[in-house]
């Protein structure tokens, strides 16, 4: 497939191919992307700003150059900084392919990193050469001020020039806490917000911290993504509530936002509040809450792909994997985008094997008693 080479959010011409809960094939323009939804249906978006997660440096015991990609956290909390998950990679940039890039010098606890105004030192290697556990000095804001003042935003080689900060911040961006653009959000902006309100659609937003999309090494690239803490606030389960009762669909705007809610539906109840996502999406996966999601183009074997694989059929996949080859959709963050819709034929079996349409209805009813009293939102 094609990459998408230009850091344009909603480019002239983007395209949209939609996939219906028969398995059926639409090609779109994006920008209609607002007449494919119906009254009665709800949309959730990540509304996590992006931080500058690239920290180019020196390791201090060799003198060698270093790249520190952060790439996890234990919690959203802003003054929980102190230690960060982070990918490490020896010289060169975004420019060299990912998968080219040299390891970095060896790494033992207690060696210095030195990035900028920033110092971390190891803590430990998490199971692989580039996956670290690092501890920052200093105070919460002095390390925010750090990142804000010497980090980039993490960036691949199909995109030559450098990204800015706003190239990777959606419309609805808040919190700082994505280590990677929540892509998938690139697609709104108040014109098609306005849309949906007229159609009747609703929206509602959560927080959750995307991680590393890739690392370029095969053996670390299988255990993405790595665990991912996420916020959903309670007007947010309201909305899914009033969603789910009245017969419309849950649509998830990207692979976070399906994360998120299916791992806060996991134990039963969908739960509101802050919790880390540490469940990995696949053909195996019984999806609790969400009916359809809207997603960028992704190449089969990554982790984004996989999740996509619990919504439809590998029939349907390859079949839509065809389409958008041969009519030249752009892939990555700024390419085009899939609205996927949960099959037919895969709910009917996942029902027969697991009864996931009682499951389902068990899930709303207790998030509806747990919320009972509150007053639902107005669509």
Do not use: C
Request: hydrophobic share 40%; glycine share 8%; aromatic share 4%.
């Amino acid at each position: 497939m094609i990459a998408a080479t230009a850091p344009v959010q909603r480019p002239t011409g983007a395209k949209l191919l939609v996939v219906d809960s028969a398995g059926r094939l639409q090609h779109a323009a994006r920008a209609e992307i607002a007449h494919h939804f119906r009254p009665g249906d709800l949309l959730v978006a990540n509304d996590a700003a992006t931080i500058p997660a690239s920290l180019r440096g020196t390791h201090e015991p060799s003198g060698e150059e270093i790249e520190i990609r952060l790439a996890g956290r234990n919690s959203l909390a802003p003054d929980d900084v102190n230690e960060l998950t982070a990918v490490a990679f020896g010289r060169g940039d975004h420019r060299t392919l990912t998968e080219e890039r040299p390891l970095p010098p060896m790494l033992r606890p207690g060696d210095l990193l030195l990035l900028g105004p920033l110092r971390a030192t190891v803590l430990r290697s998490l199971g692989h050469p580039r996956l670290l556990a690092l501890n920052f000095a200093g105070t919460p804001e002095e390390i925010w001020a750090g990142i804000a003042r010497h980090g980039r935003p993490i960036q691949y080689a199909h995109i030559d020039e450098r990204l800015a900060l706003w190239d990777v911040w959606t419309r609805v961006a808040s919190i700082p806490v994505s280590f990677e653009a929540p892509s998938a959000g690139f697609l709104l902006d108040w014109k098609l917000l306005a849309k949906l309100q007229k159609r009747a659609v609703q929206f509602a937003t959560l927080t959750h911290a995307a991680g590393l999309s890739s690392t370029g090494d095969p053996v670390l690239d299988r255990r993405l993504p790595l665990d991912e803490p996420y916020r959903i606030p309670a007007s947010t389960v309201h909305a899914i509530r009033h969603t789910a009762t009245t017969g419309g669909r849950i649509i998830a705007l990207g692979t976070t936002v399906t994360r998120a809610l299916e791992h806060a539906a996991a134990g039963g109840d969908l739960r509101t509040g802050e919790d880390v996502a540490d469940q990995r999406i696949g053909p195996r996966s019984e999806l609790r809450v969400v009916d359809a999601i809207i997603s960028g183009v992704h190449e089969p074997g990554t982790s984004h792909y996989e999740l996509l694989r619990a919504f439809t059929e590998d029939s349907v996949l390859r079949r839509m994997d065809a389409a958008l080859e041969h009519d030249g959709y752009r892939t990555h963050e700024f390419g085009d985008s899939v609205f996927l819709n949960k099959t037919r034929r895969r709910t009917a079996r996942l029902a027969m094997s697991r009864g996931s349409d009682r499951r389902r209805r068990q899930v709303i009813w207790r998030t509806s008693r747990s919320l009972r009293g509150h007053d639902l939102p107005s669509s």
